[in-house]
């Protein structure tokens, strides 16, 4: 399949978590043109089984690989931690294959922490991926992984601040003398400053979407996929499983503007 640097970058999550790293792109990388996916008719991944993950994940995947992608996202944490390996095998060769964990686990930054907290959706807490990567690479680091269900579904359905900040202190209260704490699942990337007030800044928040982004950037420098053409991007396209939910259209105004296209794609049977 003939790609370019022109070609757009695939994006998907289970929802709006992948937002924020699709808005990281376009601020490292303006020029990009992206297609998201987010399978709004799925959500939440968190509580679904292994099996209905990487069935679901790769028919997104597949579908935006037929979208004549020069690289694949997978957004979300859920999905990496339970599908990743799948998805590298159905596409090797055939296409780049980014994900938001293993450039975040690579990373140097965690050489400087001495007890991290991780906080996911049971889908990624219970498939250890997190666990067994840390633990490989780096021996003397504490590592404390907290399931947070009611997280990523609130954050979906747009509820206030003011409900979700007693579910969030509910959560991190079992969070006792970390160094840092990584978000594991890209929904999480909206409470940042609340997760951070919590901490009253005394713990390193990890910055995913910029080490992710900037892992992408570097990667498509390398094999000379990056889209140097100032006046070439495109309106992106956003794709929703359901029709397009009210909180998923205003996040992506607010984030992205009106020059967007919405399309709704539903997969036969899954
Ligand atoms: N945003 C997804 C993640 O990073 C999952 C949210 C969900 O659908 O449960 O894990």
């Known amino acids: 399949m003939k790609i370019s640097p022109l070609s757009p970058i695939g994006i998907f999550d289970s929802g709006i978590g992948g937002l924020l790293i699709a808005k990281e792109i376009k601020i490292q990388m303006p020029n990009e043109d992206f297609i998201y996916f987010g399978d709004t008719k799925n959500m939440p991944y968190g509580e679904k089984s292994k099996k209905f993950i990487r069935k679901n994940s790769i028919k997104i995947a597949s579908f935006l690989y037929q979208k004549k992608c020069k690289a694949l996202v997978i957004a979300c944490n859920s999905i990496t931690s339970n599908a990743l390996d799948l998805i590298q095998k159905k596409f090797h060769r055939k296409i780049l294959i980014f994900n938001v964990i ?4 690579n990373n140097k930054v965690f ?3 001495k007890k991290i907290g991780i906080i996911a ?3 990624t807490i219970h498939s250890n991926f997190y666990l067994k990567k840390i633990k490989k690479y780096y021996h003397n680091l504490d590592l404390v992984q907290i399931s947070t269900p009611l997280l990523a579904p609130v954050i979906e359905n747009g509820w206030e601040m003011k409900k979700i900040n007693p579910i969030i202190k509910n959560y991190l209260n079992d969070l006792k003398s970390i160094d840092a704490i990584l978000l594991a699942c890209t929904h999480y990337l909206f409470l940042k400053q609340e997760i ?8 390193h928040l990890i910055d995913i979407q910029k080490i992710v ?3 992408i950037k570097e990667k498509l420098s ?9 006046n070439w991007n495109r309106f992106p396209v956003f794709y929703t499983s359901s029709s397009i939910p009210f909180f998923f259209e205003k996040k992506v105004r607010i984030l992205f503007g009106r020059k967007v296209l919405f399309k709704t794609h539903v997969f036969n049977s899954v």
Do not use: I, M, R
């Open 121 to 123: 959706t049971p889908a």
């Open 111 to 113: 050489l400087s922490y």
């Open 213 to 215: 982004v900037q892992e």
């Open 196 to 203: 951070k007030n919590f901490f009253l800044g005394k713990v």
């Open 222 to 230: 390398e094999k000379k996929l990056l889209c140097l053409h100032p």
């Open 102 to 105: 293993d450039p975040v686990v």
